[in-house]
C-alpha cells in the first residue's frame, strides 16, 4: 500500500503543533519534528510511545475486587450497554446528580462531557480548571469582560515589558517562551517572579525570588508605588476605570517596607519592577499555576490584571489582548448549559464558591455577552463542581450520595490534591469508568477501562476554548481500530454512544467527529475538511481599543478595579492579601516541626504531568522524582546530591530524591508532582507506586 501523510495536531503537551504524520497500512512510519526549539518529543521516538505495549487496546471488564489487577476483555458495545444501564439504575435511585464526570487538561473533547452531563440531568462536571488556569479565566472576565488571550505570541514583538509571575514557559509553554527570545531581541524586558531561579528567572532582567505564596501582598506594593509615584495612566484610569479610589485606599495598606517583609523581596526591587512594568510599555502580564495554586488566588490574580489595567496596557497590541470569539459553534454553545434544569444546577458540589458557580457565572457572562455577543468559553466556567468538593462528597455521602463517576483524560490518584480523600472515594463507589491511553493507578480501581483514541488516531479542532478569533484543524492520521490488533475509540464515540443508550439520540445527530466539526463551522461557510488544508483559519482581523465603542463586557461596562460583580456575590471586591494556611508566620508551632516551606509542581521536560512515565528512554532521564533543596540545608540534614528523602508535612510523607540548587531560599524545598511508577506492580497496595513519591499524598 501506498504511503500516506496526513497532518495531526500533537496533545503531548501545551503548544499544541500540528505535524505532518507518514503511515503505511495504518503502520506509524514517521512524524515531523516540531518547529519548536524545547518540543520533549525530541527526547524519544513516536515509534516508541505510539507502540508502547502498555498502551490500552481493549475496553476491559473488572472481574476480581476493586484494585485487584483483575480484567477481562469485553467489546465496546458491551462495555457501553453496561455503563448506561448500570447509570440508568443508579440515577433512578439517587438522582442524576449521582454522577460525577471529572476531565485533564483539555487534552479532549471537553465540551462533550458538560454535553452528556447536561442531558443527564447532573451538574457534577469537575476538570482540572481550578487548579490549572481556570481561576485566571474567571477572575479576568469578571474584572475585564473578557480573557487576555496570552497564545497570541506574536503579540510578544509588540510587548516592551512581560511579567511572569509563577510561571516557567521554557518548562510548560515553549511557544510563549520562543516568542519571547524573539522580542528580547529588540529589548523586551522581563520581570520574574518566582521563589525558584526557573529558566525564566536565568534570563530576567529582574528576579523577584519572594516567599511562595505571597503574591498577592507583593502585586499589591507594586500597585502602591505606581500609584503614589503617579506612574498610572490617569485618561485611560478616569474613562475606563471603576473603583481607582478604592483601589489606592486599599494599596495603601501595602507599603513597601511592610510588603518586603512579608514577601522577603527586598524593598528596592519591589519599586524597581513597579517602575519597569508601568514605564516600559505596552507591557503584559502571564500568571501560572504559582500563583493559581495559592488557597485565596483571587487576590494575586485580580492584582496583576488590575496592574496592566492602570498602566494602561489594555487591549492594545503586545498588552493584555482581548480578542474575543470566532464567529462559529462555540463550545459553550455544544455544552447546551440550559439543558440543565434550575433545579438540578443548584445541587452542583461546591456551590459555596459563587464565582466559579451559577450566580457568578451569570452575573459575568451575561455582560460578557452584551458586548461580544457570545459567552466566553473558557476551559472549565461552565460551572464546575471543585475536585475536593467531589471528592469529599463521594467519600462522605454528603451532601448526598455520588454514586458513579468517569473519568477522560486525568488520573486523579496522581494530579488532584489530597490522594487518599481521592482514594477513599474512589473505592467507595458503585461504578467508576476511566478512558485513558495506558493504565494508570487511577484507572486501577475502575470497573471499566477504555482504550482511548490517540491524537494521532483522531481529528481535532482547537481554537483556545473561544478566547481567539483564530481556529486550527488537524486530521486523524491513524486507524484506531486494527482488526486483531487493537480497537481503541475516540472519546466523541464514547459520550456518543453513551448518550444514544440514555435517550439523548437527537442530541447526537453527528456519526463521526469530523461531521460534528462541519456543523460547528458551517456559520463560517467552511467544511472541517477544507480547514485541515488550510492548518489554520483567522476568522476576523485582531481587532484593538473595541471598548471605544462598546465598552467593556463588565457590569459597568468599565474594567472593574472594584469588582461589582465580587460585591453582589458578598465578596471582598478589591484584591487583598491573606497568610496561607500553614506559614511560618500564621502557624508557628506547626513551622516548629515543619520548618520548610514545600511547593510542588514545576513543570520540567520531558513529563507531562503524570504521562509519559512509561516510555523508557524518558525515564533514563528522570528514573525517580526529585526534590530540590539549598545544599545548607541539606548539609545540616545530612543529605548529599541523589539521596533518598522523606518529605513530611502533616498531611502525609513520600519520598523523592535529592537535588540540590544553590538558588533556593534556603527555607524553601520544591518537589515535583505526577510521579508513579508503572513498573511497579498494579494490584493494591502498590497501585503503580502511587504512594512512593506522589507529591499529592
Ligand atoms: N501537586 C501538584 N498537583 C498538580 C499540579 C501541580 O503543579 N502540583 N498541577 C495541576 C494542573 S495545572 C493540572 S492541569 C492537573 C493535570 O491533571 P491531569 O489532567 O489528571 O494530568 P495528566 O497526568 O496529564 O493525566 C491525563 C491522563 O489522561 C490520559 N490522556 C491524555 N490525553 C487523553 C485523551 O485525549 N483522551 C483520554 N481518554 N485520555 C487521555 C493520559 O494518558 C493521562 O493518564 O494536575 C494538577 N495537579
Ligand atoms: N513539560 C510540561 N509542560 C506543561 C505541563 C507539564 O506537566 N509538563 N503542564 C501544563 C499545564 S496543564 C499547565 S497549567 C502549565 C503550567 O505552567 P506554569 O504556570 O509555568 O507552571 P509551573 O512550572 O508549575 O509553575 C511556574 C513556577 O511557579 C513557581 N512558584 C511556586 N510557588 C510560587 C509562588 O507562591 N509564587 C510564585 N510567584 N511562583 C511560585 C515555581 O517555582 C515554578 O517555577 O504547564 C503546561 N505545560
Ligand atoms: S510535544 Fe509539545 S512542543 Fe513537541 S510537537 Fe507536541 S505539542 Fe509541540
Ligand atoms: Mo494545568
New binding site residues.
Given amino acids: 500500500m501506498a504511503k500516506v501523510t496526513k497532518h495531526a495536531i500533537c496533545f503531548w503537551?501545551?503548544p499544541r503543533c500540528r505535524l505532518t504524520v507518514e503511515s503505511e497500512d495504518g503502520q506509524l512510519l514517521k512524524i515531523q519534528r516540531s518547529p519548536i526549539k524545547a518540543c520533549?518529543r525530541k527526547y524519544c521516538s513516536d515509534l516508541e510511545r505510539f507502540y508502547h505495549p502498555d498502551r490500552l487496546n481493549y475496553p476491559l471488564k473488572r472481574v476480581g475486587d476493586r484494585g485487584q489487577n483483575k480484567w477481562q476483555r469485553i467489546t465496546w458495545d458491551e462495555a457501553l450497554d453496561e455503563i448506561a444501564a448500570r447509570l440508568q439504575s443508579l440515577k433512578d435511585k439517587y438522582g442524576a446528580e449521582t454522577l460525577g464526570v471529572t476531565a485533564g487538561?483539555s487534552r479532549t473533547y471537553e465540551e462533550l462531557n458538560s454535553r452528556f452531563l447536561n442531558l443527564f440531568g447532573s451538574p457534577n462536571q469537575c476538570g482540572?480548571a481550578q487548579i490549572?488556569?481556570g481561576n485566571s479565566a474567571v477572575v479576568a472576565t469578571a474584572l475585564f469582560g473578557w480573557w487576555p488571550y496570552w497564545m497570541n505570541v506574536e503579540k510578544l514583538e509588540n510587548t516592551r515589558c512581560l511579567m511572569?509571575?509563577?510561571?516557567?514557559?521554557p518548562?510548560?509553554?515553549q511557544t510563549i517562551w520562543e516568542g519571547y527570545l524573539k522580542a528580547k531581541r529588540n529589548g523586551t524586558k522581563l520581570i520574574v517572579?518566582?521563589?525558584?531561579r526557573?529558566e525564566?528567572?536565568e534570563a530576567a532582567d529582574l528576579w523577584l525570588r519572594?516567599?511562595?505564596?505571597?503574591?498577592a501582598a507583593?502585586l499589591l506594593g507594586m500597585i502602591n508605588v505606581i500609584i503614589e509615584e503617579k506612574l498610572y495612566d490617569r485618561e485611560f484610569v478616569t474613562k475606563w476605570c471603576h473603583g481607582f479610589d478604592q483601589l489606592a485606599e486599599r494599596a495603601r495598606e501595602y507599603p513597601v517596607g511592610k510588603v518586603s517583609e512579608i514577601t522577603w523581596v527586598p524593598a528596592e526591587q519591589i519599586v524597581a519592577a513597579a517602575r519597569m512594568f508601568a514605564t516600559e510599555k505596552p507591557s503584559c502580564a502571564m500568571?501560572?499555576?504559582?500563583?493559581?495554586?495559592?488557597p485565596n488566588s483571587y487576590g494575586?490574580i485580580a492584582a496583576r490584571h488590575i496592574i496592566s489595567a492602570i498602566v494602561g496596557s489594555v487591549d492594545v497590541p503586545g498588552g493584555e489582548e482581548l480578542l474575543g470569539p470566532a464567529p462559529f459553534i462555540t463550545e459553550h454553545e455544544i455544552e447546551i448549559p440550559d439543558a440543565l434544569p434550575k433545579a438540578q444546577r443548584a445541587k452542583i458540589l461546591g456551590n459555596q464558591f459563587r464565582l466559579y458557580s451559577w450566580p457568578g457565572y451569570e452575573l459575568v457572562q451575561s455582560n460578557v455577552e452584551r458586548v461580544w455577543g457570545k459567552r466566553c468559553d473558557m476551559f472549565g466556567y461552565t460551572c464546575m463542581a471543585p475536585a475536593p468538593s467531589l471528592y469529599k462528597a463521594i467519600a462522605n455521602s454528603d451532601p448526598y450520595p455520588v454514586r458513579a463517576l468517569i473519568t477522560v483524560s486525568s488520573n486523579p490518584m496522581v494530579t488532584i490534591p489530597n490522594t487518599k480523600l481521592v482514594y477513599k472515594a474512589l473505592k467507595s463507589l458503585d461504578l467508576y469508568v476511566v478512558s485513558d491511553y495506558y493504565m494508570t493507578p487511577s484507572a486501577q480501581l475502575a470497573d471499566y477501562v477504555l482504550p482511548s483514541a490517540l491524537w494521532l488516531e483522531r481529528a481535532f479542532l482547537w481554537n483556545y476554548h473561544n478566547t481567539t478569533p483564530t481556529i486550527r484543524a488537524g486530521e486523524q492520521a491513524l486507524p484506531p481500530s486494527i482488526p486483531g490488533k487493537y480497537d481503541r475509540r475516540n472519546d466523541y464515540d464514547f459520550w456518543r454512544g453513551l448518550g444514544i443508550r440514555l435517550g439523548q439520540k437527537d442530541y447526537w445527530p453527528w456519526e463521526t467527529v469530523e461531521e460534528y466539526y462541519d456543523y460547528r463551522l458551517e456559520p463560517l461557510g467552511i467544511t472541517f475538511a477544507e480547514l485541515v488544508k488550510k492548518g489554520k483559519l483567522q476568522t476576523k482581523p485582531f481587532e484593538y481599543k473595541k471598548y471605544e465603542k462598546t465598552g467593556f463586557g463588565t457590569p459597568t461596562g468599565k474594567i472593574e478595579l472594584y469588582s461589582t460583580v465580587m460585591e453582589k456575590l458578598g465578596y471582598d471586591p478589591l484584591p487583598y492579601y491573606k497568610e496561607p494556611p500553614e506559614s511560618p508566620t500564621r502557624t508557628p508551632d506547626l513551622s516548629k516541626t515543619y520548618p520548610l516551606i514545600l511547593?510542588?509542581?514545576?513543570?520540567?521536560?520531558?513529563?507531562?504531568?503524570s504521562?509519559h512515565r512509561q516510555v523508557e528512554s524518558l525515564r533514563k532521564r528522570y528514573p525517580w522524582a526529585k526534590m530540590q533543596i539549598h545544599p545548607d540545608t541539606a548539609r545540616e540534614l545530612g543529605l548529599a546530591e541523589d539521596d533518598w528523602v522523606w518529605i513530611e508535612t502533616q498531611h502525609g510523607r513520600v519520598m523523592q530524591k535529592v537535588m540540590l540548587d544553590s538558588d533556593l531560599d534556603p527555607r524553601v524545598v520544591?518537589g515535583q508532582?505526577?510521579w508513579w511508577y508503572p513498573e511497579m506492580p498494579g494490584e493494591e497496595p502498590w497501585l503503580h507506586g502511587v504512594w512512593v513519591s506522589n507529591i499529592n499524598v
Avoid: W, Y
Fill in positions: 503537551c501545551k520533549p487538561t482540572q490549572c488556569h511572569l509571575i509563577g510561571r516557567n514557559p518548562h510548560s509553554h517572579i518566582d521563589p525558584r526557573s525564566s528567572a519572594l516567599r511562595p505564596g505571597t503574591d507583593l500568571e501560572g499555576m504559582g500563583v493559581a495554586h495559592q494575586p511547593i510542588t509542581g514545576g513543570r520540567f521536560h520531558p513529563f507531562f504531568h504521562e520544591h508532582h505526577g
